[in-house]
C-alpha cells in the first residue's frame, strides 16, 4: 500500500514498512514540514494513505472535508511500535482505508470512521 507518513510518526517506522512491501514517503525527509491540509491534499493527490499521530489531521478531514484516501491515526504507540501497529492496521483494515476510512487506533481498541459518515 501507499503510505505518506506524517513528520510527528517515528522515522525508523519507513523502513520497517517498506521492508514489508509498502511503498512509504516519510514528510520528515523533507526540507520543511509544509502543515497539515498540504500533507492531506498531498497524500490524496498521490493514492496514499496519511499516517500519523495528529488529532488535527483527522479533524481536516471531518470537519472541514478536505478530501484524502484514508487516514491511521496512531495514539499510545511507543515510537519503535509505531510501524508494528501501522502494519496490522493495513493488513485487517486495508479495505476500509481503500474506501477513504479514518481509523484511530491505540493498543487497546480500533475506531473507524467510514469515509461517508
Known amino acids: 500500500m501507499k503510505l505518506l ?3 510527528c510518526v517515528w522515522g525508523g517506522a519507513k523502513a520497517q514498512l517498506v521492508s514489508a512491501g509498502h511503498d512509504v514517503v516519510w514528510a520528515g525527509d523533507w526540507n520543511q514540514d ?5 500533507l ?4 490524496a493527490r498521490e493514492g496514499r494513505v496519511l499516517v500519523t499521530l495528529d488529532k ?3 479533524e481536516l478531514a471531518v470537519l472541514r ?7 491511521i491515526r496512531l495514539v499510545g504507540f511507543r515510537s519503535v ?3 508494528e501497529a501501522c502494519g496490522h492496521i493495513l493488513t485487517v483494515y ?5 474506501a477513504g476510512a479514518l ?12 469515509a461517508s459518515a
Do not use: F
Open 103 to 114: 481509523i484511530t487506533v491505540d493498543p487497546d481498541r480500533v475506531r473507524i470512521r467510514p
Open 34 to 38: 509544509p502543515g497539515d491540509e498540504a
Open 94 to 98: 486495508g479495505k476500509e482505508l481503500a
Open 5 to 7: 507518513l506524517d513528520t
Open 65 to 71: 472535508n478536505v478530501s484524502h484516501t484514508g487516514i
Open 40 to 43: 492531506l491534499n498531498q497524500s
Open 56 to 58: 488535527d489531521l483527522g
Open 81 to 83: 511500535h509505531q510501524a
